[in-house]
C-alpha cells in the first residue's frame, strides 16, 4: 500500500530521519516502534503529506504522494494527542469532518455506540477528560472507513475497557482488509495486534519484516525482548 | 460548495462569535454616530473618521489576524490530514478572515450614515472611497498578519513583528518622512516624497482621501503636485496597483512558504 524510499528529514541540526526505506503491505497491521525521538511520529506525518520530506519518495498504491492530496481521502489518522479546535463540540467537529469528506458510503458510527459517547458528543471538546478526547479522536479515524488507518499511540489515555474496545475494533477492521500503521510503547499490545513491526533507531530502520521473522532472527520468546535485543546489541548474524 | 468556500465557512462561524470582532464593529458604530451628530458638517465627521480609519484599521487587522491565526493551528492541522491541498487550506484561511472583518468595519462604519443620513457637504464618492480604503487596507494588514503568522513559529515573536509593523506604517513612517521634508527643505522634493508615499500602504490610503475632501490646498505645493498626479487617471491606477501590490506580494510569499511548511 504504501513504498517509502530513501526518505530524509532534518530539523535545523537534528537528522530525523536518515534514509528510510519501508514497505506497508496492503491488509496488515505494521507496528511502527522505537524509543523516543527515533522518527516515528515525523514518519506518518510525512505519509500524511503534513511534513515533508528533505529527499526520498513516498507512493500510495505506487502514485507519489508529493503533490497529491486527494489520496487523503483514503486515510483515517488518530494523532498522538488529540488537538482539537477548542470551541467546537464532538458533534460538530465530526460533522465538519462529514461535510469536508461527504462521501455517500456509509459512515461507521459504531465506535459511537461502544464508547457510549452520544452525550460526550454535545460538550465542547475542551471541556472533555483526555480519555474521551482520544475516543472522539479514533471516532474521526474510523468514521470514512478508510482503507489505511494510521493510529498514533491510539491506546495511550484509555480505560482497560476502551482499550480493549478499540483493539477489537483494529482487528475487525483488519478482517475487512483494511491496513493499519500503529505505534505504541506498550509491546505486548503491538504483539497482540501486529502481523509486520518496523523498529525505528535514530532515523533508520533497523529491522522491517514479519514480527514472527524478528523473534525468529533475534531466538526471543516475544516481541518485547526481541526489540530490546536488537536495541542493545543489534540483530544477530 | 468547494472545499475552500467550507473551510472558509467553518472558521467564519468561529470569527463571528469571537467577542473582538462584536467589539470592533461597536468602536466604529458609536465612533461614526458620535461624529455625525456632534460634527457641524457631515465632511468634518468624515474627516475625523478617515484619521481614526487610518490608525485603528491597520492595527486591528493585522493583531486580530496573526491572533487567529495562531489558535488556528490545531484546526489547519487537523484539516490537512484531510483531503485538502495546502492552497486550498491558505485561501479559506485568509478568507475567513477577510470577510467578517470587512463586514463588521463597512457595517460599524456605514450603519449610522444611513439612518442619520447626511448633510449636503458629503459626497457620497467620498464616502464610498473611505469605506472602499477601510477595506482596501483591511485586505492588506491580513495579508501581512497571515504572512507573519505562517513564517515565525513563535506566538509571541509573530506578535511583537506584527504590532512593530503597525508602528512603522501607521506612526514612525510618517514622522521619517517628515523628518526628511524638513531636514531637505531647500531642494525640490516633490518626486521624492511621491514615492515614498507609494511605499507605505496607510500613507497612500492616506493621500487618497485626503485629496477627495479639497483640502490639498493647505498641503501646500506638495499638495499641487500630489493633486496632480493622484487626481489624474494614471496616478489613481498607479495607486490602486500598488495597494494591490501590498495584497498580492504577502499572500504570495506567505502561500509559497506555506506549501512548504512542517506541521
Aim: proline share 4%; no cysteine.
Amino acid at each position: 500500500m504504501i513504498e517509502i524510499t530513501r526518505l530524509q528529514k532534518r530539523f535545523g541540526r537534528l537528522e530525523v530521519l536518515q534514509g528510510i526505506d519501508l514497505t506497508i503491505r496492503d491488509g496488515q497491521i505494521t507496528a511502527v516502534v522505537g524509543p523516543n525521538g527515533a522518527g516515528k511520529t515525523t514518519l506518518i506525518k510525512m505519509i500524511l503529506g503534513l511534513a515533508r520530506p528533505d529527499t526520498g519518495e513516498i507512493r500510495f498504491d505506487g502514485q507519489p504522494i508529493e503533490g497529491d492530496f486527494g489520496y487523503r481521502a483514503r486515510i483515517g489518522y488518530m494523532p498522538q494527542i488529540a488537538r482539537f479546535p477548542e470551541n467546537l463540540s464532538g458533534a460538530e467537529l465530526l460533522g465538519m469532518l462529514k461535510d469536508l469528506r461527504g462521501r455517500g458510503a456509509a459512515l461507521d458510527e459504531e465506535l459511537i455506540e461502544q464508547f457510549d459517547l452520544d452525550d460526550q458528543l454535545r460538550k465542547p471538546l475542551r471541556t472533555l477528560s483526555g480519555g474521551t478526547r482520544q475516543k472522539v479522536n479514533a471516532v474521526a479515524a474510523f468514521l470514512f472507513r478508510p482503507d489505511l488507518l494510521i493510529l498514533d499511540e491510539p491506546t495511550a489515555g484509555l480505560d482497560p475497557v476502551s482499550s480493549s474496545i478499540l483493539k477489537d475494533k483494529i482487528l475487525s477492521e483488519r478482517a475487512r482488509g483494511r491496513t493499519f500503521i500503529l505505534t505504541s510503547h506498550i509491546m505486548s499490545e503491538l504483539e497482540e495486534l501486529s502481523d509486520d513491526v518496523a523498529f525505528l533507531l535514530e532515523g533508520r530502520v533497523r529491522f522491517a519484516g514479519p514480527v514472527d521473522e524478528l523473534k525468529d532472527v533475534t531466538r526471543q520468546p516475544n516481541l518485547e525482548r526481541a526489540i530490546a535485543q536488537v536495541m542493545t546489541e543489534g540483530l544477530a548474524a | 460548495m468547494s472545499t475552500t468556500a467550507k473551510i472558509m465557512k467553518y472558521e467564519l462561524h468561529d470569527v463571528v462569535r469571537s467577542r473582538w470582532l462584536i467589539g470592533y464593529t461597536l468602536f466604529f458604530l458609536l465612533l461614526a454616530d458620535a461624529l455625525l451628530r456632534f460634527s457641524d458638517t457631515g465632511v468634518k465627521a468624515l474627516l475625523s473618521l478617515l484619521n481614526v480609519v487610518l490608525f485603528v484599521v491597520p492595527l486591528v487587522s493585522i493583531v486580530f489576524g496573526t491572533m487567529y491565526l495562531y489558535n488556528a493551528r490545531e484546526f489547519t492541522e487537523l484539516l490537512l490530514a484531510q483531503p485538502v491541498s495546502r492552497r486550498q487550506m491558505f485561501a479559506g484561511l485568509y478568507l475567513g478572515l477577510v470577510l467578517p472583518l470587512v463586514a463588521a468595519f463597512l457595517v460599524g462604519m456605514g450603519l449610522p450614515f444611513v439612518y442619520l443620513g447626511m448633510d449636503e457637504t458629503v459626497r457620497y464618492a467620498t464616502l464610498f472611497a473611505l469605506l472602499g480604503t477601510g477595506a482596501a487596507l483591511t485586505a492588506v494588514f491580513l495579508a501581512v498578519s497571515l504572512l507573519i503568522a505562517v513564517r515565525t513559529e513563535d506566538k509571541v515573536k509573530g506578535l511583537g513583528l506584527a504590532i512593530a509593523l503597525w508602528l512603522l506604517t501607521a506612526v514612525v513612517y510618517d514622522g521619517l518622512v517628515l523628518l526628511l521634508a524638513t531636514t531637505f527643505a531647500d531642494y525640490p522634493l516633490e518626486q521624492p516624497l511621491l514615492g515614498l508615499m507609494l511605499l507605505n500602504p496607510v500613507d497612500l490610503a492616506r493621500v487618497l482621501l485626503l485629496l477627495r475632501f479639497d483640502i490639498s490646498a493647505l498641503m501646500g505645493y506638495t499638495g499641487a503636485v500630489f493633486q496632480q498626479f493622484f487626481g489624474g487617471s494614471t496616478g489613481t491606477l498607479v495607486a490602486v496597483a500598488v495597494l494591490t501590490l501590498w495584497l498580492l506580494v504577502p499572500l504570495y510569499l506567505g502561500l509559497r512558504r506555506f506549501r512548504r511548511k512542517d506541521f
